[in-house]
């Protein structure tokens, strides 16, 4: 079992910044990749960046160049510092994290309770 808790979230102004924070507990050993989705009001949850074990990193396409997901292995924390943002990132973003291995981050099986991301025009 594994225990995701976001915080970071807000309101924030097109062109601001946020960051996100996710903390892991439990059987944090057993994580193969940790990631972020989101989820706009009527829309499918998307992923918008992982980060293996490895430290790899993936992106979707809107979110290369604007934002950059991190992690402190010593806190069992991932982040996502999100730059220049824009009103179409208003969404509830999620942690997830894949437990297990050879597990993609497509196939997460452990979630946190969403943060709520606004971007005002």
């Known amino acids: 079992q594994v225990q995701l808790v976001e915080s970071g979230g807000g309101l924030v102004q097109a062109g601001g910044s946020l960051r996100l924070s996710c903390a892991a507990s439990?059987?944090?050993?057993?994580?193969?990749?940790m990631g972020w989705f989101r989820q706009a009001p009527g829309k499918q949850r998307e992923l918008v960046a992982g980060?293996?074990?490895?430290?790899?990193?993936t992106y979707a396409d809107s979110a290369k160049g604007r934002f950059t997901i991190s992690r402190d292995i010593a806190k069992n924390t991932v982040y996502l510092q999100m730059n220049s943002l824009k009103p179409e990132d208003t969404a509830v973003y999620y942690c997830a994290a894949a437990v297990g291995s050879r597990r993609s981050i497509f196939e997460a099986n452990s979630w946190g309770q969403g943060t709520q991301v606004t971007v005002s025009s």
């Open positions: 439990g059987s944090i050993f057993r994580i193969n990749v």
């Open positions: 980060i293996t074990i490895g430290g790899s990193t």
